[in-house]
């Protein structure tokens, strides 16, 4: 069977299982994930649950919102992207990651996560204790912006006690959690493929930053075992904190989901035909 018509038999099923989307964290990279939900959108795949980490919690809980990846494209293009830079005196960080949920605050049709037609997760990492800590309840917008909060750039979030900061610290590629609140077909978005081949470690700083990517990318390796397909846009030859490159990121995005249709199919063909 075609892609279509393998979409439309499992929405006319009166149960099938559920589809979920793991999308990683990034910074700038993480607009590619615009990309990707462009050529989902496209082929009409029915996502049921969301989780995503710093740029992909920004990116997906718009998504999950009811944004189209067409909108969020438009919105990326024409955003000053200052907003990330507001200077704090003291703290954890250095920067104030208030501007990103003023920022969400402006553009987020909804207000509470139980608003969200699509269920979605955003994950934080405790900076006390290095847990996990999953955010699905509440505002939206305040949780993303604690996924984002990368530590040492941002000062850390107090929320319920606890001092909160990037999820990518302990699953930056979040399919623990996507398989947990039970994502049955799991599709994830790897953004860190190729970027430690891109990497040139010839200073103490970019030297820290490659030692840094190392372990985390073993971290993302582990997660993308319990993954059904996963979609790797080439975007590591970009900066991190290339936020003017928004077509391009969009393009990668959508180049590496349509190399994936093919394989798309063939996992909705075997649910379809073993049901």
């Known amino acids: 069977m075609k892609l279509d018509s393998l979409v439309q038999e499992l929405k006319n099923r009166p149960t099938r299982p559920r589809i979920g989307l793991a999308l990683a964290g990034g910074a700038a990279r993480g607009l590619a994930h615009i990309g990707v939900l462009q050529v989902l959108e496209e082929v009409k795949l029915p996502v049921d649950l969301i989780v995503g980490t710093s740029a992909g919690a920004i990116v997906g809980s718009l998504w999950a919102s009811g944004m189209s990846a067409q909108k969020m494209h438009r919105i990326a293009r024409a955003t000053e992207w200052w907003f990330l830079a507001k200077p704090v005196v003291f703290g954890t960080g250095l920067l104030h990651s208030h501007g990103i949920e003023s920022w969400l605050d402006r553009i987020f049709?909804?207000?509470?996560f139980a608003d969200l037609p699509i269920q979605f997760i955003a994950t934080a990492t405790d900076f006390r204790t290095g847990e996990l800590v999953v955010l699905d309840t509440g505002d939206?917008?305040?949780?993303?912006r604690i996924s984002c909060t990368v530590p040492g750039v941002y000062q850390a979030?107090?929320?319920q006690g606890?001092?909160?900061v990037d999820g990518g610290l302990v699953q930056n590629?979040?399919?623990q959690v996507a398989r947990a609140f039970g994502a049955e077909i799991l599709i994830a978005v790897d953004l860190h493929s190729d970027v430690l081949e891109h990497e040139t470690p010839q200073t103490v700083l970019v030297s820290l930053i490659h030692s840094a990517n190392i372990l985390q990318r073993q971290q993302e390796l582990a997660q993308l075992r319990?993954?059904?397909?996963?979609?790797?846009?080439?975007v590591g030859e970009f900066s991190a904190v290339s936020f003017k490159s928004v077509d391009q990121f969009v393009e990668r995005g959508r180049v590496a989901a349509q190399a994936k249709l093919e394989e798309l199919t063939s996992l909705l063909g075997k649910v379809v035909g073993g049901n």
Do not use: G, I, S
């Not at 939206?140 to 993303?144: C, F, K, N, Q, S």
């Open 226 to 234: 319990l993954v059904d397909l996963v979609v790797q846009p080439k």
């Open 173 to 175: 590629l979040p399919a």
């Open 162 to 164: 606890r001092a909160l």
């Open 157 to 159: 979030v107090e929320y």
């Open 140 to 144: 939206v917008t305040h949780a993303v």
């Open 109 to 112: 049709p909804v207000d509470k």
